[in-house]
């Protein structure tokens, strides 16, 4: 199942609404985008040539990563010991891109959360596939 437009339009400020209230964090949408959260200027890029079914996972996926970063900094160093530079395609060694993936992995079970406490819908067979295709970049690149 996929939202319609105007379904998912309304899960979208949803989710852009809960980021600002409650981490200050807001959402840009280009064509030129890829999917990302950048923790030092709290702002989400989304990629728009995504159908709006994935807009939203994405954004989910997104926000998963601003539940995570907001605990304080010891936990994300016990969590996340090998962590460099925060994350990203950073090569760095193969105890640094277990822990990407690994962090990836949770901000797709924090998305699943997130779209329980907001009340979305999600197909969670559309909503794997999704997460499986995006983790499966991750795992290529380890």
């Not at 379904?7 to 064509?31: C, G, H, M, P, R």
């Not at 950048?38 to 990563?65: D, K």
Request: net charge negative.
């Amino acid at each position: 199942m996929s939202y319609g437009r105007e379904q998912s339009k309304k899960y979208l400020d949803k989710i852009e609404s809960f980021l600002y209230n409650v981490y200050s964090v807001t959402v840009d949408y280009a064509t030129v985008f890829e999917d990302c959260y950048y923790h030092e200027s709290s702002i989400i890029e989304i990629n728009s040539r995504q159908n709006y079914t994935s807009r939203v996972h994405s954004l989910l996926h997104e926000a998963g990563h601003v539940i995570m970063r907001a605990q304080p900094e010891s936990e994300w160093v016990r969590k996340f010991p090998h962590m460099k530079n925060g994350s990203g395609f950073i090569r760095g060694n193969i105890k640094h891109r277990i822990d990407v993936f690994r962090e990836e992995v949770l901000a797709w079970e924090e998305a699943e959360k997130l779209a329980r406490y907001l009340g979305i819908e999600l197909d969670l067979d559309v909503y794997a596939r999704h997460r499986t295709d995006a983790l499966k970049t991750y795992s290529d690149w380890i």
